[in-house]
């Protein structure tokens, strides 16, 4: 026989036996517990074993250090001068006198009733006004950039256009 074919043959050998043994597996020694049914799938043992890597089905998401509720922002301080102009809603505006007054609903879902010139923890009060209130937003301490004022309206205003 030719050199050639004879490599060829102990190759393809060599293919076939690693091919055979790849198909057959190793043998499980596995025992089929009596009164199993058959297609069901063994009973787990409940636990995850994460071999070092974080677990899947942990959230992610962790609640703020010193919070009650992980939805909570972190307040400082209480009362309205705690929150901040985006965690108000204004929901009442009523006028005793000459003097106008706002109801500001925080993120804790209590009711405040603030004056022109009350103070949040990031704002004044500029005006009130029978539609909206206005805010001056104050900038971070040693900070350059100019007030902004913020209008936060008594209703949104696809309820206005009614």
């Known amino acids: 026989m030719n050199a050639n074919v004879m490599k ?5 050998a060599i293919f076939g036996f690693v091919f055979v043994s790849v ?6 020694a596995q025992q089929i517990q ?9 009973p787990s043992t409940g636990t995850y074993n994460s071999l070092g890597h974080r677990d899947p ?3 992610l998401i962790t609640p703020r250090r010193g919070s009650t509720t992980p939805n909570a922002p972190t ?14 809603k204004v929901s009442g505006i009523v006028k005793k006198g000459e003097i106008w007054m706002a109801i500001l609903e925080g993120s804790d879902k209590q009711s405040y009733v603030a004056k022109v010139k009350d103070k949040l923890s990031d704002a ?11 805010f001056l937003e104050t900038g971070e301490p040693g900070s350059f950039a100019r007030p902004r004022e913020v209008r936060k309206a008594l209703r949104a205003l696809d309820e ?3």
């Open 34 to 42: 009596v009164g199993a049914k058959v297609g069901e799938p063994a």
């Open 23 to 28: 198909l057959a597996g190793p043998v499980s």
């Open 160 to 162: 206005v256009n009614r």
């Open 75 to 88: 307040r400082t301080g209480t009362g309205l001068a705690s929150f901040q102009v985006a965690d108000v």
């Open 124 to 134: 004044v009060i500029k005006s009130i006004d029978a539609t909206a209130v206005v």
């Open 57 to 59: 089905f942990a959230s």
């Open 8 to 12: 060829d043959a102990r190759r393809f």
